[in-house]
């Protein structure tokens, strides 16, 4: 073997001889994304090992801990410099010399279309490739809706882009979307296949697209198109794709970047980016609490009701041991019982390997003990929402709990410091508020009380990490921050049903807006009784001068609590939610609108869409102006994550911005008046960025 000769081409991408093979090693930390430096400096490469005599082809590497790991979403706004991702493609297709890439890591979006540019892949197990570009609001741009098709077939490759699903290495394999798996050194193992090729060029865009039997093709056009009503991408995508089976490839790829480059500048593609990179800020720890977290395995729930399980699912999941503790033997035998089906039915729809669950299980300890509670280094609560039994609860745990160890209350609306206080030691205190069901939803609240100390906020944060949550830090005030938004956004759409609005038509218009479910189904399916025992709690001290509707009361005095009893602001004939409200809840309704002396009339989709998210946008700069949001963004991602709101559209914060501040001031004065009653306005200037 001949000494390696190193040769800088440019600064992010770097080549090296081994004997007749040119490794090309992309090198743009941290994830070696696909900027204007990397598409140079790979296009000189090519060039290189094109013209350099002795050189029989080539292989295409990451540097560090990934191959191209997605493209520079900052460059996704403005113009493109050339060269082009589809030029580098191009260019490697037109090269004589066969290039074989090297997987390791992720190679995702454009990452892994210069990939299936090249004459083979040869990936490390534990490897994952991936076209997410739609999760952005765009389309694969350099050939992702050709070349894909043309090894999967159609349909699999519209289930799999529309989708942004992530493959793994050994699924990869079977798809045929990488040519080999290793175990290791696959830098060797890309050199041997490019020298096996013995020259031979193999690309993807000279094979067929596998026929694919039309029925199938159907079924995942449409589910795509039904997972992704209201997404211009997704529909870009399914048509992109299908144009694989009926036009050259050239024709087909340049109708690809053309739609491409149009979709990248849509409203849709702007917002999700905007969600991604606020996504990303909110997982910061600012400077006030930049410090080590504490170091966590052992993990203490406590309650096993619907959240506590859900949460001990999730820290079994990402490996930590879990000591589950219940006030009695039958409600633990209940909780222990539902982390057992969730394990069983995962296991049975081929999920889990029987081997993980079992895994998982074997880090349970389910007991009645608190004497448990020494071992662990977190302890989380979930027991009722009531003050006195947190409380109560707190002071048991204060009592056990070893020096050091991290106490977090479950709850949704308390006072964090008022359960902190309790014990002797609050700053070692926060509040951890996980979202239903908590082994699904991402968003997790950390709430910061006055005295909880900087890396007890950091261990939140470090938790979230581990669990793959996404973690927003918030203040500590009624209901956070995204139950306080919601209850803004929930009361707005009462004030419409007095005002003239069925449940049925607020739902209605808030779905087609994209929320994934309208305030009235979600009031039932939660149970109208939580909100009527807060708003009993909070009769004496409220404001009398606030607008307040009766309706949900009356719903309760009825027995209509929602779905679990079968009526609520809808009927539920044979479980299913009938298509309109019942003659009871319009009459109940309509005496609302005459006890306060409104004439009802009608409110169409618009009026209801700007009511609802002026709410919430209003709502939005009180608690950012009040500090319980540390940054704006973290507000949207805080409703996108949890609350349903569509992610296409940015989120409220987001949304204002779109409007425009005079606008916004201009819709909101008039909300003011639709309003009536006591209305605080927030300085709607602190959510402009
Ligand atoms: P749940 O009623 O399903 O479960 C509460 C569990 O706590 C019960 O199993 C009960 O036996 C146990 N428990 C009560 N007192 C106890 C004590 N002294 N010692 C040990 N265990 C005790 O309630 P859920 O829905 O799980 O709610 C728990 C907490 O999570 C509440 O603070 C709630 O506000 C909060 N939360 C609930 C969400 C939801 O959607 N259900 C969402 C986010 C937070």
């Known amino acids: 073997m001949k000494p390696k000769v190193h040769t800088a081409v440019h600064t992010a991408v770097r080549t090296e001889r081994d004997g007749d093979v040119l490794v090309i090693i992309i090198d743009n930390p941290p994830i070696n994304a696909g900027s204007l430096e990397v598409r140079r400096g790979l296009l000189q490469a090519i060039d290189m090992l094109q013209t350099t005599p002795g050189l029989q082809a080539g292989v295409l590497i990451g540097s560090g801990n990934t191959f191209m790991a997605g493209s520079d979403l900052r460059e996704f706004g403005k113009p493109l410099g050339p060269p082009e991702l589809p030029?580098?493609?191009?260019?490697?297709?037109?090269?004589?010399?066969?290039?074989?890439?090297?997987?390791?890591?992720?190679?995702?979006?454009?990452?892994?279309e210069l990939a299936l540019g090249c004459d083979a892949r040869v990936a490390m197990l534990g490897t994952v490739v991936g076209l997410p570009e739609v999760g952005l609001g765009i389309i694969p741009g350099a050939g992702g809706t050709q070349r894909v098709p043309r090894r999967v077939g159609v349909a699999r490759a519209i289930q799999m882009i529309c989708s942004g699903e992530r493959i793994p290495s050994g699924k990869a394999l079977e798809l045929r979307l990488i040519d080999a798996a290793v175990d290791t050194d696959v830098r060797g193992a890309a050199i041997a296949h490019a020298r096996s090729l013995a020259g031979r060029k193999c690309r993807i865009r000279d094979e067929e697209v596998p026929e694919d039997n039309p029925a199938a093709i159907e079924s995942a056009v449409q589910s795509a198109l039904r997972a992704g009503k209201h997404r211009p991408a997704v529909v870009a995508a399914v048509e992109a794709i299908r144009a694989s089976l009926q036009l050259p490839i050239d024709d087909a790829l340049a109708d690809e970047r053309v739609v491409f480059q149009q979709l990248?500048?849509?409203?849709?593609?702007?917002?999700?980016?905007?969600?991604?990179?606020?996504?990303?800020?909110?997982?910061k720890l600012t400077q006030a609490v930049m410090t080590a977290p504490r170091p966590v395995q052992s993990v203490a729930i406590i309650g096993a009701g619907t959240m506590g399980s859900g949460i001990a699912i999730s820290a079994l999941d990402a490996g930590l041991d879990v000591i589950l503790l219940e006030q009695d033997e039958a409600a633990l035998r209940r909780g222990r019982e539902r982390i057992g089906e969730h394990y069983g039915s995962r296991v049975a729809s081929g999920k889990l390997k029987v081997s993980a669950a079992q895994d998982n299980e074997s880090r349970l300890t389910p007991s009645t003990d608190w004497a448990h509670l020494r071992r662990a280094d977190l302890v989380i609560e979930a027991v009722f929402?009531?003050?006195?039994?947190?409380?109560?609860?707190f002071a048991k745990i204060d009592a056990h709990a070893r020096p050091g160890a991290v106490m977090a209350t479950n709850t949704s609306y308390l006072d964090v410091d008022a359960i902190a206080r309790i014990t002797s030691r609050p700053q070692d205190v926060l509040g951890l508020h996980f979202f239903s069901p908590a082994h699904v939803m991402k968003l997790l609240e950390v709430v910061r009380g006055a005295e909880t100390a900087a890396d007890v906020v950091a261990t939140g944060m470090e938790l979230a990490k581990r669990l793959h949550k996404q973690p927003v830090v918030t203040g500590n005030a009624f209901g956070f921050i995204g139950n306080r938004i919601y209850n803004a956004y929930r009361k707005q759409c009462e004030f419409m049903l007095e005002d003239g609005a069925w449940p049925e038509q607020v739902d209605?218009?808030?779905?087609?807006?994209?929320?994934?479910?309208?305030?009235?189904?979600?009031?039932d399916l939660s149970g109208l009784d939580i909100a009527w025992r807060m708003r009993q709690a909070q009769a004496a001290t409220r404001n009398p001068n606030e607008r307040y509707v009766a309706i949900l009361d009356h719903l309760c005095e009825q027995g209509r609590l929602g779905r679990k009893t079968g009526t609520g602001y809808y009927t539920y004939p044979d479980g299913?939610?009938?298509?309109?409200?019942?003659?009871?809840?319009r009459g109940i309704i309509e005496q609302a609108s005459v006890d306060r002396g409104i004439e009802r009339r009608l409110l169409n989709n618009a009026e209801i869409q700007r009511r609802a998210l002026l709410a919430m946008v209003n709502e939005a700069a009180r608690l950012l102006a009040e500090g319980v949001a540390g940054r704006a963004t973290d507000i949207d991602v805080v409703m996108v994550q949890g609350y349903g709101f569509p992610r296409w559209e940015g989120?409220?914060?987001?949304?204002a911005r779109q409007q425009g501040l005079a606008a916004l001031q201009a819709a909101m004065d008039e909300l003011a008046h639709a309003n009536g009653g006591d209305f605080v306005r927030g300085d709607l200037a602190v959510l402009m960025a």
């Open 87 to 112: 030029t580098v493609i191009a260019a490697i297709e037109a090269c004589s010399r066969p290039v074989v890439a090297a997987l390791h890591g992720a190679a995702l979006g454009g990452g892994f």
């Open 264 to 283: 990248r500048q849509s409203a849709e593609a702007f917002a999700l980016r905007h969600q991604f990179f606020a996504e990303r800020e909110a997982m």
């Open 508 to 523: 209605a218009a808030l779905q087609a807006f994209g929320m994934a479910m309208g305030p009235f189904a979600v009031a």
């Open 385 to 393: 929402e009531d003050m006195a039994v947190k409380q109560s609860v």
């Open 651 to 655: 989120g409220p914060v987001f949304w």
């Open 576 to 585: 299913k939610r009938s298509a309109a409200t019942d003659e009871t809840v």
